[in-house]
């Protein structure tokens, strides 16, 4: 499932990976309006499965702690302190790397993480398989 969430620099929020057109990508917003646009060449788009946090051990890749109501955000990270972001994030990942890891990736992983809790995507586990053809939909024919 990661494979096909796509964040984008430049551009708030998340994307879903449609579909591929000629010099581009077809993505579509994870909110409510599940707005269709195209991801050029020139932005920098990376799949939310290549992203990794730095811990004391390395790097780590989907292995945060869900939180009891399946949201992170317990109190508004957008204002919270440094030292309150370190202490919350401190929780969910305990040993996390504090001179690499910034209060912006903090507040950006929880912000991503609520988005997709929101769209009803918590089975960060799942792996696809290589498929043929153009479009997601091909992997569903593929199974």
């Known amino acids: 499932m990661?494979?096909?969430?796509?964040?984008?620099?430049?551009?708030?929020?998340?994307?879903?990976?449609?579909s591929r057109g000629n010099r581009s990508l077809i993505v579509e917003t994870l909110d409510e309006v599940k707005k269709r646009m195209p991801a050029f060449a020139t932005d920098k788009v990376i799949s939310?499965?290549?992203?990794?946090?730095?811990?004391?051990?390395g790097e780590v890749l989907n292995s945060l702690k869900k939180k009891e109501n399946g949201q992170l955000s317990?109190?508004?990270?957008?204002?919270a302190s440094r030292e309150e972001l370190a202490s919350y994030f401190a929780e969910i990942l305990p040993n996390y790397d504090r001179?690499?890891?910034?209060p912006a990736d903090i507040k950006k992983l929880v912000s991503w993480y609520n988005l997709l809790?929101?769209?009803?995507?918590?089975?960060?586990?799942e792996v696809l398989a290589p498929t043929e053809g153009e479009h997601i939909s091909d992997r569903a024919e593929q199974e």
């Open 2 to 18: 990661l494979e096909t969430i796509l964040a984008i620099s430049g551009k708030p929020g998340l994307y879903k990976l449609v």
């Open 48 to 57: 939310l499965a290549d992203i990794a946090m730095y811990t004391d051990e």
């Open 74 to 79: 317990a109190f508004d990270y957008k204002k």
């Open 99 to 102: 001179d690499r890891v910034y």
């Open 117 to 125: 809790v929101k769209a009803g995507m918590t089975d960060f586990d």
